[in-house]
């Protein structure tokens, strides 16, 4: 059994104020693998002090002595791309292979891309050259609330905390209950990289706990929270009376939009992206939007493509999903999956229980639902698993306005080989994000949503200014 029960509280790591010990549970085979302590006010409050103090020299450094830092965090990150890796594969239960390339992938990714952006910010500019002698300067908010979620643990303590540190902040990390040793390894990191005392703190706790503590303590400046849209609403609320920032990364029910002029492997690809890593992905293409004529192949392929698809323990290697990351999800997902059939939609493949030959785990069968309309609940909520639900469309315009009947708007697929009509999509979904024909987003795109699906940016210049101020100067002389 692995202990963690300590915070890093000021360069140091800290025993809690009291003992509230909370188990780990490694979802391949649903026993405790860690045990760490879920923090109180006192250490609440302890970590936002030394944030607090940190603050104004942290605030003063050249960003060029920020970037250095991270840097070596980038060093030190590589390192131990190993732990990091295998600390996320047993607690949230990402295969081994895939925790690796992907999971901790996307942390030394976001590091790297923040260095590089990093380096051709402008902390302080000209306003325009009309107007001499007005500058902007973009300054650090302050104290830092970071609430992180299981799913990708990495991916968002990275587009956070970095973000954070290169802006001149100050912050306390709060990483989920579920996916702690992540971020544990990541503060172990952190010390080795030599970031000043009180720059960077972790305490470990639940959203009703620490979550809260933070969102409504008066020497915090911003929250970033990223996680369901429900727990998004209530940090709003919690955050409403001292008036601080709240930057929101939330749930998502993303379209595909599959034309009939779309590739061979357009179908096959949504169902693969909808899959990966088990389905626990806010930007997951789970309605995948199909044109009358080629609906009925669609189907047929998405079935095929989601039937071949492993499933197996985390610790195993190899190219299957893992287990979702804990029984409440479990259950959640198995409802959902009832749910759809109960209200008429025809399941093609998969379905309730857990796949053969795994009667210990929380494994759920990929499944794939046809004959779907977008009234019913598998298509409204975000079911968080490896679900898809298959909807027919005639023109264009349906197609939009299916894709638009949501409440989130996170990311938004299309499949076509029309140009045009690409174009005409991206700017008609209502989303963050449009990914059109299986194109990647660059390296520092903007990672956000409308809607329900939260607001603010992350990732690249973007990411940075979020967690800045925008000062505006008149007067300024040129010195030198």
């Known amino acids: 059994m692995i202990e963690k029960r300590q915070f890093y509280i000021d360069g140091v790591w800290t025993d809690p104020a009291t003992k509230s010990d909370h188990n780990v549970i490694n979802p391949t ?16 409050d302890a970590a936002v002090a030394a944030a607090k103090a940190a603050f104004p020299a942290w605030a003063a450094t050249d960003p060029a002595t920020r970037i250095a830092h991270v840097e070596k965090l980038l060093e030190v990150y590589n390192n131990r791309a190993e732990d990091m890796a295998q600390a996320i594969s ?91 040793l992540s971020a544990m390894v990541f503060a172990e990191m952190m010390d080795e990289a030599g970031i000043p005392a009180g ?25 970033s929270f990223t996680g369901s849209s429900r727990a998004g609403k209530l940090i709003s609320k919690a ?7 709240v930057s929101l990364e939330l749930g998502g029910k993303g379209a595909n939009l599959i034309f009939a002029d779309a590739d061979d492997k357009a179908v096959k690809r949504g169902v693969l992206h909808c899959m990966n890593n088990s389905g626990q992905s806010c930007n997951a293409p789970t309605r995948m939007l199909v044109q009358r004529e080629i609906y009925d192949q669609a189907v047929e392929t998405a079935a095929e493509v989601a039937s071949k698809i492993t499933v197996g323990a985390a610790n195993e290697t190899g190219r299957h999903i893992g287990p979702v990351v804990n029984e409440v999800q479990f259950n959640k997902i198995q409802g959902l999956i009832q749910k759809g059939i109960d209200e008429g939609a025809r399941l093609v493949t998969g ?31 975000e079911i968080f698993g490896p679900v898809l639900s ?26 076509t080989q029309d140009g045009a009509r690409a174009n005409r999509l991206a700017r008609a979904l209502r989303a ?36 800045t101020e925008v000062k505006s100067i008149s007067g300024w002389t040129k010195v030198g």
Not at 119 to 144: L, R, Y
Not at 351 to 379: C, E, H, S, W
């Open 29 to 44: 085979n649903e026993e405790p693998c860690a045990v760490i302590t879920l923090g109180g006010q006192a250490d609440t």
């Open 390 to 415: 298959i909807i027919p469309f005639d023109t264009e315009e349906e197609g939009i306005e299916i894709a638009n009947d949501t409440p989130y708007g996170l990311t938004n697929y299309a499949q």
């Open 432 to 467: 963050g994000m449009v990914e059109i024909n299986g194109k990647s987003r660059g390296a520092g795109a903007p990672f956000g949503g409308m809607k329900q699906s939260g607001n603010g940016r992350e990732g690249g210049t973007w990411g940075i200014e979020d967690f």
């Open 239 to 245: 955050a409403a009376d001292t008036l601080k920032r």
């Open 90 to 180: 047993l607690e949230m239960g990402a295969p081994i292979d895939m925790a690796r390339e992907q999971q901790a992938g996307a942390g030394s990714h976001h590091i790297s891309t923040f260095i590089d952006i990093a380096k051709k910010f402008k902390f302080v500019h000209e306003m325009d050259p009309n107007a001499p002698g007005s500058m902007i300067a973009h300054e650090p908010i302050g104290v830092t609330a970071l609430i992180t979620p299981w799913n990708w643990p990495m991916n968002q303590v990275t587009l956070k905390v970095i973000a954070a540190l290169v802006a001149g902040c100050t912050m306390v990390l709060k990483p989920s209950e579920e996916s702690p």
């Open 351 to 381: 379905g309730t229980g857990r796949p053969d030959g795994l009667n210990r785990g929380f494994y759920v069968k990929p499944t794939v639902f046809a004959d779907v309309n977008n009234q019913m609940t598998i298509a409204r909520e």
């Open 199 to 223: 720059v960077f703190n972790l305490v470990n706790g639940d959203g009703v706990g620490v979550g809260t503590q933070l969102s409504t303590h008066p020497d915090v400046d911003m929250v």
